[in-house]
């Protein structure tokens, strides 16, 4: 399949990407001649962030050629997308051409968030609206607006390369997403010029609430899930009437009466209804503690705040044995089995081998000096079945702790006291500027032996000896 | 510690968990025959979800205690928290009551999201707004708003509790999140009502697209990408003069002229000026990578549509040793020694044990029919390092199906060829409904003794042979 792309920049090149990548030919046609760098630079994005939503690997990429000649670029497509600027006669003049050029069967869309399909057709041209978001290459959304079997095409055409077509079914000014936004820009301009919040404040106040709710469940069923039992209805009831409230400069509302609220309440259950407020707070509960569990990564909003929350949480002092993990399994460690999946008793027990490392003094300012650990081989064994919410523990032998060689042992408890698992690791130390093994420093050596000879009489922990042979 | 709740329900209940499961001992005092049971039900969800947040246990919990007598709940209290309905005559009640009962060095909050901080003192009482966002016992944000003194003892005491408290320095109707909250519900009634839109079509619009972005960057930080290298003036060069366009139903809009140009440019800098706008976007991309595929467990919005996605990708057609994986190692699974941290060559071989699993029948409609194989022992070594970007496949030998028994050897290749690891893995069949061993079904069965046909010329692989011994 081929696509044609009028116009780089940053959304002409992440609908590239997102074609490209799914394995679509793509011609693109943009007269400005750092057009090749900037659709580069949004395709080494693309190329580093999108493959990496899947557990499958996408088609072997497309070939990419960039045109000087509107008609080389469209003449064999079976997608057209515009990207240019938004000045109402370019793109009359440029859908006129395209509607000569391309082929009858191809969709031609176009990226604009301000012009509705009736006015960029004014002069004749076949064009619906495809108006993505920024970065096109990972956000799922298109709003499709226009001709609806032209739109049902481009949907159907949408789904294969993994994107998400919402067909707006009457054309509006800024379709529907972008009019939230904009009321949401023009509401921060008042905030931001009145001296209330800086730009900064503002974003905090987003991703620090409502920005993660809407990311997963969006604005109704957050609110239906506020109703409570009492459901759509009464949620309306409290908050309908604040509808006169100074609480936006938005003061042109719609009438508040039963019609508004049957409508409203309606829509909900058809969309909602299968589901009790019950369910609803589970999955909304689950979803937030799995975004906001993503967001420790990199430390942004939520994931900040988390950390450093957790790292004020008190540890236990070591013990000859020492507790080196403790916390309670999420739903998101679970599988289809129902039970915590395999891969996540080695993530409890990595965390484990980082508090071991960090007790001994190979911690987070050990590492940034050049020095750490590498695991080379580990050995499970699976003795029970743990669930979510289940307290999770784990204690630690030192097997063996000679010159560049780490052997540790965890035993990982539930909180009933039953064994569950264990986790057999062996580990090299390493300088992390070569990649290379060599001894760790003095005060590591020290802390080792000291923690050796600690629980030098303890016998051979049960299932151990595996790795290392 | 110790924390007085004044009113139950979903907002005053979530403040209750949040405390609890922090270590404070709660008093609540609701006059609600029902508040015990609505209560026990939000620390329900309490209990299952926030410990999920973190990779160290929380403290014990403390103890929650229900009381009719005002001076009895709030009288040992270090922190009272309001949160009756939404009448200026009730708060004023109940305020009086609460400044003369508690002591005077507890903070007093209310939690409401229609009265400012002025209104709610205009008889005196010493009371700011802390305004939290349902879930209250996830979400980190809290507005403060009032005494600066008395936010500053209040901000202190919420960081200790995991929240993030932002000082709104100038009162306002609605404080901040809330009126962008607020924009966004009155815009959304008019789409609704007038047909353009219904509430499920609303939420797709945000939930597959801009509300992925503000739950990890917010509002300006985002634009402020758009605007791209040449920065947020120019985004705001490009927008500025759509203010007056009819792109939402909030048309009282600010001044667009330089002065607002230098406040927001000057902030916007003073936010993010020390990232360049590359990388902002690859953080951006990550955030968006991590939290999309973390929404894959549950299914909701963005989650979905990539499951969807991945599942009509092509896979590889069994060969006697099939390839059982085939990915790209996302930025998330790295860690601090800049490579695939350990936990992820256990995913990468489980999802290849998955794979196999499925090539011989024992797929996802099997396991609804109630057998399964569970995980009882692996061995792991790990020869090479990856890295994110890289491309990641397994082979999978099958080196016995003896009945229940299942046993399988993973050679995972870096996309040069290099072998960066092998797992190797012990299953046995059984009933889910049991969860006791037995052995597989006759389909599954022949397609084993197929597979083992297969490969029965082939060679032991080396490094096979550490499980089920």
């Known amino acids: 399949m081929k696509a044609a792309i009028i116009g780089g920049g940053v959304i002409g090149g992440g609908w590239a990407a997102r074609f490209l990548l799914n394995g679509w030919d793509v011609a693109i046609y943009d007269p400005d001649p750092e057009a090749e760098r900037k659709i580069g630079e949004v395709l080494d994005n693309a190329r580093r962030a999108l493959p990496g939503l899947y557990d499958r690997a996408l088609p072997d990429e497309g070939t990419l050629r960039l045109s000087n000649d509107l008609g080389d670029t469209v003449g064999d497509a079976d997608w057209v997308q515009e990207s240019v600027p938004e000045r109402l006669e370019l793109k009359h003049k440029v859908h006129g051409r395209l509607s000569e050029l391309a082929p009858a069967h191809a969709v031609i869309g176009s990226s604009t968030s301000g012009f509705k399909p009736s006015e960029l057709s004014q002069k004749g041209a076949r064009v619906i609206v495809a108006h993505p978001f920024n970065p096109v290459y990972l956000l799922p959304l298109i709003e499709l607006v226009g001709d609806a079997e032209h739109c049902a095409r481009a949907a159907g055409i949408l789904r294969g390369i993994g994107m998400y077509p919402l067909h707006v079914r009457k054309e509006i000014d800024a379709h ?7 009321a949401v820009w023009r509401e921060a301009l008042w905030l931001v010029k ?20 809407w990311a ?27 509808l006169t409230s100074p609480w936006t400069r938005l003061m042109d509302v719609p009438d508040f009466n039963d019609e508004l609220v049957d409508l409203i309440a309606g829509q909900s259950d058809a969309q909602s209804g299968h589901l009790s407020i019950r369910e609803l707070e589970r999955l909304r509960d689950d979803n937030l ?3 906001m569990r993503a967001l420790k990564h990199s430390g942004s909003g939520a994931g900040g705040v988390i950390t450093r929350h957790e790292t004020s949480l008190p540890q236990e002092d070591a013990a000859p044995v020492p507790v080196t993990l403790d916390r309670q399994v999420p739903q998101i460690w679970t599988d289809y089995n129902g039970h915590m999946n395999e891969a996540h008793y080695l993530e409890a027990g990595s965390n484990a ?3 071991f490392m960090e007790m001994v003094g190979a911690d987070a300012d050990y590492i940034a000096r050049g020095l750490s650990y590498f695991t080379v081989e580990n050995h499970l064994r699976y003795l029970d079945e743990v669930h979510a919410g289940d307290r999770l523990q784990a204690k630690t032998r030192l097997l063996g702790a000679e010159g560049k060689k780490l052997h540790l042992f965890h035993a990982l408890t539930r909180g009933d006291g039953t064994l569950v698992a264990t986790v057999e690791s062996l580990l090299l130390h390493v300088d992390l500027g070569t990649r290379k093994t060599c001894p760790p420093n003095v005060v590591v050596a020290e802390a080792l ?17 595996k790795v290392g042979r």
Chains 1, 2 share one sequence.
């Open 176 to 182: 529907i997403a972008d009019r939230f936004l904009e």
């Open 194 to 213: 009145d001296g209330i919040a800086t730009t900064e404040e503002i974003d905090e106040a987003i991703r620090m609430g409502f920005g993660l709710r």
């Open 216 to 242: 997963q469940m969006g604005l109704f069923e957050t609110f239906r899930i506020a109703g409570g039992e009492a459901g759509m209805k009464h949620f309306l009831a409290q908050f309908g009437p604040c």
């Open 289 to 291: 503690v799995a975004m």
């Open 353 to 355: 081998t980082d508090r």
């Open 449 to 465: 032996a000291q923690v050796a000879a600690a629980q030098a009489g303890l016998p051979k922990p049960e299932g151990a000896g």
